[in-house]
């Protein structure tokens, strides 16, 4: 579960932060201003803390703590991409491109996404694992959703019982190392091979 809730907020994080910050680096001007502005008032949230307000407030549940880590996840990535198509929006490619009449969705998907792909992969293994480490955090607290079972919350409970059995606590917050050191690698892994593409 403590995956699944890291891949969806990656998901989730990855549509937004890639649409704004392609829209904002390619379009410029009043809607980079605009987008950018949005962007700064999501980044500077605090993830755990959010969290944990939106559980105290709405209760506890999977599809809530998703929505938050999500919405609150992509700017990150948003800044990103923004940044690689401004380096990328006047080279000789893309002016090729939008002068043989391919629109800016094209121009989108076929030019400029596969130039931001490998960040953006980075990107999103670093994010997920910040997720899993902030989904383990509110389980370990006690603010995880009790009808579902995490690493986190299974570390949680283990703490009382730690002169008994050291390995309830110590197998969990392992899963946990190992999930966030299998994302990175992963994702590092994954844009070597996007460049060499």
Known sequence: MSLLIAATVGLLAA???VG?????GYYGGLVDDVLMRITEVFQVLPRFFLAAVAIALFGPGVDRLIIVLGLTSWPVLAR?????????????FVLSSEALGASPLRVFWRVLLPQVLPSVLVLLGLLMGQVLLVEASLGFVGLGDPSVVTWGMLA???????????????????????????????????SSLVQRR
């Open 20 to 24: 704004v910050g392609m829209i904002s």
């Open 15 to 17: 549509s937004c932060g």
């Open 156 to 190: 949680g409970q283990a703490q009382g019982l730690l002169r008994a059995g050291w390995w309830l606590a110590f197998f969990p917050g392992m899963a946990i190392t190992a999930a966030v050191l299998g994302l990175n690698l992963t994702a590092d892994a994954l």
């Open 80 to 92: 990103v991409v923004r940044a690689e198509i401004l380096a990328t929006r006047q080279l000789d």
